[in-house]
């Protein structure tokens, strides 16, 4: 665990200069306890980069690793070696940037396992000098020999294991790419010409309800039926991910994945862009997992999206830095998960543990509330009845949020479109 975290606060990207225009909030893993008490269960296994790269470059990223960090690790580290140094510049093509793109993630995949190959051979080798013979063995009943084999074997499993989903957001002549592995998650939010954002979810993630995912894993002879009853592969929700090397080396050995004809779960990113940020006004939010999970879990999945936006765009009218704001919205959604556990109700069973947070906001020519401004001193509450139409269901329920904004500015949010509007009294809420 030492060795991690030096890795994670040593590195070369440490002399990479950072977006301005980003913050980024984290909170670790949780399990509560029957009085409510939390306990974090394992090492921060997420990861994050926002960095400033040159010829109008920008590229932030998402990881939410699993199994330790060493891959999330490794793919921010690789992934920014593959995008920042001189391979991106300014007469690059769309399909150009879609390609470098891809080709850095399939680095970033053979890399790592090149890293434990080493590693790989030799549990291969010990695991064979015990097996058969020893498959079943009580481990105080093997020989000293045998005993040292297991230890190693152990040892190298813990090297080895893991894997990580990855978002990563690349703004690249004043133009936004998105590349997804798995089940983060990316919004934007953006002012169109009439004063409206538009809130989109960019992507869909990859995972064992994604139809697109399904008829995928079935064209290889696997049945999307079973995948999609499990509810996971291998012990993790997402259908593609880095590294992860039983799904990518012993897949006919997972009873799920046993009929596959080629490698069912890979690293290919599904890229969206370029889309052009010329006079955009708005913020650009990626995901980790447990953050969503971690929503949904309290508040149920329909308004997760909605939500977020709402916490974002009331922090946005209060804080004075982006760091605090994205601290904030994160530290929002755990004590609302912890609420929902302690109170009892109906999602409480749901809400027993979550797993690392990250929130990464990128703002797009947004304001920040003004330092010099608190509520006491302008800021009015605006309570906002925000309608909401579930994609999948024709029934609509309607929250109602406070938000504390500077005297000059409402924003009203509706499920795909937030307003920013100058006071006006047929609003009725000034």
Avoid at 44 to 58: A, K
Avoid at 71 to 88: D, Y
Avoid at 253 to 272: C, G, N, Q
Avoid at 353 to 373: G, K, V, W
Wanted: some cysteine; proline content about 4%.
């Amino acid at each position: 665990v030492a060795a991690s975290d030096r890795s994670q606060h040593q590195s070369w990207t440490d002399d990479l200069p950072l977006c301005q225009m980003c913050g980024v909030g984290t909170a670790p893993n949780c399990v509560y306890g029957p009085d409510g008490k939390g306990t974090q269960s394992h090492p921060n296994e997420d990861g994050h980069l926002r960095f400033r790269g040159d010829d109008g470059c920008f590229l932030y990223g998402v990881f939410n690793g699993y199994d330790g960090s060493r891959v999330a690790n490794f793919a921010s580290q690789c992934l920014t070696a593959e995008l920042l140094l001189g391979q991106l510049n300014s007469g690059h093509t769309d399909n150009d940037v879609r390609r470098i793109l891809t080709q850095a993630f399939d680095v970033v995949e053979k890399s790592y396992f090149e890293t434990i190959d080493d590693a790989l051979a030799e549990k291969a080798n010990l695991s064979n000098y015990l097996l058969p013979h020893n498959e079943n063995v009580p481990f105080h009943q093997l020989s000293p020999q045998s005993q040292k084999v297991m230890e190693r074997l152990k040892e190298l499993e813990q090297e080895v294991s893991g894997g990580a989903t990855v978002a990563v957001a690349l703004i690249l002549n004043n133009k936004l790419y998105i590349a997804n592995v798995g089940t983060n998650r990316v919004l934007l939010c953006k002012s169109s010409s009439d004063g409206q954002n538009q809130v989109l979810q960019i992507g869909r993630p990859h995972s064992t309800d994604n139809e697109d995912e399904l008829q995928r894993l079935a064209a290889l002879g696997l049945d999307s039926a079973r995948i999609r009853q499990a509810g996971q592969i291998a012990g993790q929700s997402s259908s593609r991910r880095l590294g992860d090397y039983r799904v990518k080396f012993n897949y006919n050995e997972i009873d799920v994945l046993s009929a596959a004809k080629s490698k069912p779960v890979v690293a290919e990113p599904e890229i969206h862009g370029g889309q052009s940020l010329e006079g955009v006004t708005g913020f650009l939010l990626l995901m980790s997992e447990g953050l969503i999970n971690a929503l949904e879990s309290a508040h149920g999945p329909e308004q997760a999206n909605q939500e977020i936006v709402a916490m974002v765009a009331a922090e946005l009218a209060q804080q004075t830095s982006l760091e605090a704001v994205a601290q904030s919205v994160v530290d929002r959604v755990k004590r609302l998960h912890h609420d929902v556990f302690v109170s009892g109700r109906q999602r409480a069973t749901y809400c027993s543990r979550h797993e690392d947070m990250t929130l990464l906001i990128r703002t797009l020519n947004y304001p920040l509330a003004d330092a010099a401004l608190t509520p006491t001193q302008g800021g009015r509450i605006c309570p906002v009845s925000v309608p909401y139409s579930n994609s999948q269901s024709t029934s609509k329920t309607s929250v109602t949020l406070s938000l504390v904004m500077p005297s000059q500015t409402c924003i009203v949010l509706s499920p795909c479109l937030l307003w920013v509007l100058t006071p006006s009294p047929l609003l009725g809420i000034l």
